[in-house]
């Protein structure tokens, strides 16, 4: 069986990867205030866009509608995850105790939104 590679599809990347909220404004403080992303780009009452330092970007969305659902999925990279951990629970965030697996550690976390999402350090990266 053939494996499908990069050359043989039309996506390419991932361009942005986002969360969708109910209060712009909450949710903007929470990832800047309290996570430490600075906006690349704010959309008054609506979101805003975070370029992380790796080039990626992370935003939020506000939904016209009601059609609103708490998501999880992402995975954040962080250099260390126990410092991380203190780091995020001293600024209130909730965050798991660290998890570990054949590849990585992870720490479970949620935003003001109800999003969740994981602190997560690859193995390979902490040698």
């Known amino acids: ?26 949710a903007i403080r929470f990832w800047r205030d309290t996570m430490g992303l600075k906006p690349s780009h704010v959309f008054e009452g609506k979101g ?3 370029i992380l330092s790796d080039g990626s970007t992370f935003g939020i969305w506000k939904m016209d509608d009601e059609s609103w ?4 999925g992402i995975m954040f990279a962080v250099p260390d995850i ?10 209130g965030v909730k965050v798991s105790d660290s998890e570990e697996s054949p590849v990585c550690h992870m720490a479970f976390a ?4 109800g999003n969740n999402f994981i602190l997560h350090q690859r193995k390979d990266a902490a040698a």
């Open 82 to 91: 126990q410092r991380a951990i203190e780091f995020y629970r001293a600024r």
């Open 1 to 26: 069986m053939e494996t499908a590679t990069a050359k043989d599809a039309q996506i390419t990347g991932i361009d942005i990867s986002t969360f969708l909220i109910k209060d712009a404004d909450r």
């Open 110 to 113: 949620e935003d003001t939104e």
């Open 48 to 50: 805003a866009e975070f």
């Open 69 to 72: 659902r708490p998501g999880s």
